[in-house]
């Protein structure tokens, strides 16, 4: 049990992160998942293996990379079920941009055989950013020519696709507190918690912005004692 003695492959902050779940300085699904992404940007961030001009050709490569990352975290802590999300979803989008690529260069090369050299569509005014992928489930890639731009690179594609997913991540925490706070919380109502979510808190804390009157009990344990810092926050929140 727990991490073994050799692993080869390893990004260093992949390896720090290990230590943290193992140690439980990260603990919490949100801020394990979250931490994960960041780690793997900075992964992305360096590895020689996007060192091309595009992604076409090496998926599985960077797929293996990735998923030895993965496999390592793992080891040091069961996964919760937003890193196991987050790294079956950035396998997906990174195959999906791959084979987008792949039929935009063929689409090319039929049309220049029959026109002669066309240029590429213009990308001026384009924001990828905010078109590749608009919701928190796998979508199809509106606009693979925002693949191909000749200012985007295959990292910047990679480490943008984590940057989604955690603003995405962030969008349906938020979304779930707005939907589901005002039905579960009325004045007088007594909440139990049981040590501390990140998510329980951010309902705690809407409801108190909305003037619900309520008591909250929070059962806490070793040896984290994690309840001691949500009593205290939510007693700042007066």
Same mark, same amino acid.
């Given at each position: 049990?727990?991490?073994?003695?050799?692993?080869?492959?390893?990004?260093?902050?992949?390896?720090?992160?290990?230590?943290?779940?193992?140690?439980?300085?990260?603990?919490?699904?949100?801020?394990?998942?979250?931490?994960?992404?960041?780690?793997?940007?900075?992964?992305?961030?360096?590895?020689?293996?996007?060192?091309?001009?595009?992604?076409?050709?090496?998926?599985?490569?960077?797929?293996?990379?990735?998923?030895?990352?993965?496999?390592?975290?793992?080891?040091?802590?069961?996964?919760?079920?937003?890193? $196991?999300? /987050? &790294?079956?979803?950035?396998?997906?989008?990174?195959? +999906?941009?791959? =084979?987008?690529?792949?039929?935009?260069? @063929? *689409?090319?090369?039929?049309?220049?055989?029959?026109?002669?050299?066309?240029?590429?569509?213009?990308?001026?005014?384009?924001?990828?950013?905010?078109?590749?992928? $608009?919701? /928190? &489930?796998?979508?199809?890639?509106?606009?693979?020519? +925002?693949?191909? =731009?000749?200012?985007?690179?295959?990292? @910047? *594609?990679?480490?943008?696709?984590?940057?989604?997913?955690?603003?995405?991540?962030?969008?349906?925490?938020?979304?779930?507190?707005?939907?589901?706070?005002?039905?579960?919380?009325?004045?007088?109502?007594?909440?139990?918690?049981?040590?501390?979510?990140?998510?329980?808190?951010?309902?705690?804390?809407?409801?108190?912005?909305?003037?619900?009157?309520?008591?909250?009990?929070?059962?806490?344990?070793?040896?984290?004692?994690?309840?001691?810092?949500?009593?205290?926050?939510?007693?700042?929140?007066?």
């Amino acid at each position: 049990e727990g991490r073994p003695q050799t692993f080869t492959g390893l990004h260093p902050r992949i390896a720090e992160l290990g230590v943290l779940y193992q140690s439980m300085r990260i603990v919490g699904g949100n801020a394990r998942t979250i931490a994960l992404i960041d780690a793997l940007k900075d992964a992305m961030l360096h590895t020689p293996i996007l060192n091309v001009s595009s992604l076409s050709g090496i998926e599985r490569e960077l797929e293996h990379y990735i998923k030895k990352q993965v496999e390592y975290l793992s080891l040091c802590r069961e996964p919760c079920a937003g890193m $196991a999300y /987050v &790294a079956k979803l950035f396998s997906k989008r990174l195959f +999906a941009a791959s =084979s987008l690529l792949s039929g935009v260069s @063929d *689409v090319k090369s039929e049309e220049s055989s029959v026109n002669g050299a066309n240029p590429a569509p213009s990308m001026s005014g384009f924001s990828m950013r905010s078109s590749r992928f $608009a919701a /928190v &489930a796998p979508s199809p890639i509106q606009h693979p020519s +925002a693949l191909q =731009s000749s200012t985007t690179t295959p990292r @910047d *594609v990679v480490v943008g696709f984590l940057d989604d997913m955690k603003e995405e991540i962030f969008a349906s925490l938020h979304a779930m507190v707005e939907d589901r706070g005002p039905q579960h919380i009325k004045d007088g109502d007594v909440i139990l918690c049981l040590g501390r979510s990140s998510a329980i808190e951010l309902i705690l804390k809407q409801a108190a912005a909305r003037n619900t009157k309520f008591s909250v009990v929070i059962v806490d344990g070793a040896p984290l004692f994690e309840g001691r810092g949500l009593a205290w926050r939510l007693q700042q929140q007066k």
